[in-house]
């Protein structure tokens, strides 16, 4: 799929605008399911991507993203009280407008993965225990994603590149830690109290889930090299507790499990220039800060708004390959009055790569024949609009800029990579809304 795609889905855009269209999902198919217990997940999300300018060539990448699944409610299914099964399995086959033509930065599609794979996204259970009146403990165990509910932002994924949606860019990588929508073995407690909370999970790091040989079905867990503590507290309200709602995390991590320095060998010498095994570490360390808040409402009875929404990350190890991520962002719901589900988003993001990472690429570069040291930091801005083409249907052209691109994973380049000018088409299906299995809020 090439460029005239961008322009095809343009264009339906354009009619949708004009013509936007509305139908109700058929009430007995969702009465029958949440009579039973269970709310269907089925989302196929599209993200084409193009540089006109900068990278290594022109070119456009597709990336597809499916997930399906069910969440079962076992207090209505089988009387157990309190108890929610999560069922949900992903299926990506893509190309990488990075990897293919750009040759490095922050992916442009957030859903890109080298290889085609269907995985869990999710398979665990979960409890919810009353503690008094108000406040409650909720344990879990299974397969999971951390970023699913760690450093979680309800606007990150308005956007496309990989430096805002998800979680902070950088937790994964610095961590151990798998992100969502990948999963390994995890277990996590919850304590809420009114709109407090704090949490703890156990995760174990995984080396094969990152692997193309793993299967839906590899349970083997003998691959697992160690484990990450993840910790969070916050407080978080939203549009039915009050009028300009807000959410503050503040989080972080230990991880005990062994990982690449990336600059030294094992013999404590450059890696580039001598090669040899890697330095191994065993620990690392982090914390984080996310938060957002409805700054102004423009519709007063409904749920269109103006939010801004920030975080950063710190990496306390300095064998990491990312030092600090710091992004921040706007996103303006309900934009017209004749359209109150689109959204316009503005972020920008600032990735600073670790000492360590710039002095490898820097000695790579010169044994190459290149001069000069790759830039340490990398920025992202996006500008997007999302436009719902019918419920359960949203179409989000975006535009993207990258500055001082990393060389990282494409440490052969002897110099560095022209900062590039992206156009971008996202579009999310919501396929158990539209095919009518399940109704959201309106």
């Known amino acids: 799929m090439k460029l005239p795609v961008i322009s095809l889905l343009a264009l339906a855009l354009a009619q949708a605008w004009a013509h936007p269209a509305r139908a109700e999902a058929p009430a007995s198919a969702v009465d029958t399911l949440a009579a039973h217990g269970v709310t269907l997940r089925a989302l196929y999300v599209n993200e084409t991507a193009g540089n006109v300018s900068g990278g290594l060539e022109r070119g456009a990448a597709v990336s597809h993203y499916l997930l399906g699944g069910a ?16 069922a949900n399995v992903i299926a990506i086959k893509s190309r990488g407008l990075n990897e293919d033509y750009i040759g490095g930065g922050i992916d442009t599609q957030e859903n890109y993965a080298p290889f085609p794979f269907v995985r869990f996204a999710d398979l665990s259970l979960e409890q919810t225990l009353p503690l008094g009146k108000t406040a ?33 860019w950088g937790l994964g990588q610095d961590s151990g830690t798998v992100n969502a929508p990948l999963a390994t073995w995890a277990a996590r407690a919850v304590a809420r109290s009114g709109h407090g909370y704090a949490q703890a999970g156990l995760f174990m790091s995984d080396t094969n889930v990152t692997s193309p040989d793993a299967h839906l079905f590899d349970f083997n867990k003998t691959r697992y090299t160690g484990r990450n503590w993840l910790f969070e507290a916050g407080h978080e309200t939203g549009l039915a507790d ?18 690449n320095d990336v600059y030294y060998n094992a013999q404590g010498q450059s890696y580039a220039r001598e090669g040899g095994g890697h330095a191994v570490m065993h620990y690392g360390s982090g ?12 519709d007063p009875h409904g749920s269109a708004n103006l939010a801004v929404f920030g975080s950063v990350l710190r990496s306390f190890s300095g ?3 990312i030092a600090s991520a710091l992004k921040l962002g706007i996103v303006q719901s309900g934009t017209f009055a ?25 000695e790579k570069r010169a044994l190459l024949g290149g001069t000069g040291a790759p830039d340490r930091h990398e920025y992202t801005l996006e500008v997007g609009y999302r436009a719902e083409l019918m419920p359960g249907v949203m179409l989000t052209p975006n535009i993207q800029y990258e500055i001082h691109p990393t060389t990282r994973g494409f440490a052969t380049a002897g110099r560095d990579i022209g900062d590039p000018l992206v156009l971008g088409l996202k579009l999310t299906v919501d396929l158990a809304r539209v095919g009518g299995f399940v109704r959201a809020p309106r």
């Open 136 to 168: 409650t403990l909720q344990l879990q165990a299974g397969l999971m994603g951390a970023s699913a509910y760690f450093a979680r932002s309800p606007y990150a994924c308005e956007f496309m590149n990989h430096a805002f949606c998800g979680a902070i």
């Open 338 to 362: 004749s359209r109150p589900h689109d959204a316009f988003m503005v972020g920008v993001a600032d990735t600073r790569y670790s000492r360590s990472l710039g002095r490898f690429l820097a």
């Open 71 to 86: 969440d079962v409610d076992l207090g209505k299914a089988a009387g157990w009280r309190g108890a929610i099964l999560h």
């Open 287 to 298: 914390a984080y800060l996310t938060a957002g808040k409805v700054i102004a409402r423009t």
């Open 242 to 259: 009050e009028d300009k709602p807000h959410y503050v995390r503040l989080g972080g991590w230990y991880l005990h499990a062994p990982r």
């Open 319 to 321: 064998g990491e390959p």
